[in-house]
């Protein structure tokens, strides 16, 4: 059993930050990639920034320069600051790890963590 668990969320006004953190239990023998998503008022779910197993790094267009990813691999966890936070940042923020259990390779998905930029 695989559980992905954010948390992190809340309101801030424009201009304001945010720290997210995400971090994968359970029965993982090989963690591949973990990444944040977010999912607006239109239901599309986009890419924010992700990590591969080696290191590599890779941000949505419409926030390089004002997020940053961060792990700690002995914790299977990632961490996204937010900084400099828009209106258009607002959503549901979802985790997903990439990973190896009971042999089998699978996306796992967390609950989400609502993020509400507004003045």
């Known amino acids: 059993q695989v559980q992905v668990v954010e948390s992190g969320g809340g309101s801030v006004q424009p201009g304001g930050s945010l720290r997210l953190s995400c971090v994968a239990t359970g029965d993982i023998s090989l963690l591949y990639y973990m990444g944040w998503f977010r999912q607006g008022p239109e239901n599309q779910r986009e890419l924010v920034a992700g990590?591969?197993?080696?290191?590599?790094?890779h941000y949505g267009e419409s926030v390089a320069g004002r997020f940053t990813l961060d792990r700690t691999i002995a914790k299977n966890t990632i961490y996204l600051q937010m900084n400099d936070l828009k209106p258009e940042d607002s959503g549901v923020y979802y985790c997903?790890?990439?990973?190896?259990?009971?042999?089998?390779?699978?996306?796992?998905w967390g609950q989400g963590t609502q993020v509400t930029v507004s003045s």
């Open positions: 990590i591969t197993d080696d290191g590599r790094r």
């Open positions: 997903k790890a990439e990973g190896m259990s009971a042999g089998r390779t699978m996306d796992y």
